[in-house]
């Protein structure tokens, strides 16, 4: 169902146990595709009061609402202002979401997270993915964009890297595993970053 999507949101959902504080009784889910993040919070020990997940795929969100994933769900285009109040969330996460966007669009999302959200937490890519093919015919699912580490850290976030190794760009798949302490450490030489702030 998930695939290899499962491997990115249990890394947001780290930082909101570990990091964000006081514990959000509310969450924005950006990009909530289908419903990973509202799983995998329905499995924490505390729970949150109210969890909205937004896309703009409607078979994504008719899977979300049949399994009950979300305490409301919104059918939106991100590319638009969020129909939301400023610092309504607690905090809003969205998982591989920015790289979709082109550059200007996704630093203007970015704004509009950090106004929604008292925290935001993002994972995306550290280096610009190569379309496959059906990815290219899959239009909202091309990458359109590249965020690096220090770009983040200029807006104030804190950044950590999520697994995997490379260099200059190059994926070097088969001996990830053994770097990934110092990629957690070193995110400018991982696969894919988790960076979160408070915005309050």
């Known amino acids: 169902m998930w695939g290899i999507l499962f491997q990115y ?3 947001v959902m780290k930082v909101i146990v570990q990091y964000v504080r006081p514990y959000p009784k509310t969450m924005l ?8 993040i509202g799983y995998l919070s329905l499995l924490l020990k505390e729970k949150m009061e109210k969890i909205v997940g937004v896309d703009i795929d409607i078979p994504s969100l008719r ?5 009950k994933l979300y305490d409301r769900l919104v059918s939106h285009n991100v ?4 129909p939301f109040k400023d610092k309504e969330f607690d905090v809003v996460v969205s998982c591989e979401l920015l790289e979709h966007l082109e550059k200007d669009k996704s630093m203007a999302l970015l704004d509009e997270m950090e106004r929604v959200g008292k925290w935001v937490v993002i994972s995306t890519p550290t280096y610009f993915f190569q379309n496959a ?3 290219i015919k899959n239009e ?4 359109r964009c590249l ?3 220090r770009e983040f850290r200029q807006r104030g976030y804190t950044i950590r890297g ?3 190794f490379q260099i200059f760009g190059h994926p070097m798949r088969y001996i990830s595993y053994a770097f990934n302490g110092l990629t957690y450490l070193l995110p400018e030489i991982s696969m894919s970053m988790v960076a979160w702030k408070k915005c309050v």
């Not at 909202?140 to 990458?143: G, Q, S, V």
Request: some cysteine; overall charge negative; charged content about 20%.
């Open 29 to 36: 889910d950006l990009g909530c595709g289908e419903g990973v």
């Open 147 to 149: 965020w690096r580490p």
């Open 63 to 67: 899977f979300c609402y049949e399994h």
């Open 140 to 143: 909202p699912m091309r990458h």
């Open 79 to 82: 590319n638009k202002s969020l």
């Open 133 to 135: 093919p059906e990815l």
């Open 162 to 164: 999520t697994g995997g």
């Open 9 to 11: 949101p249990p890394h």
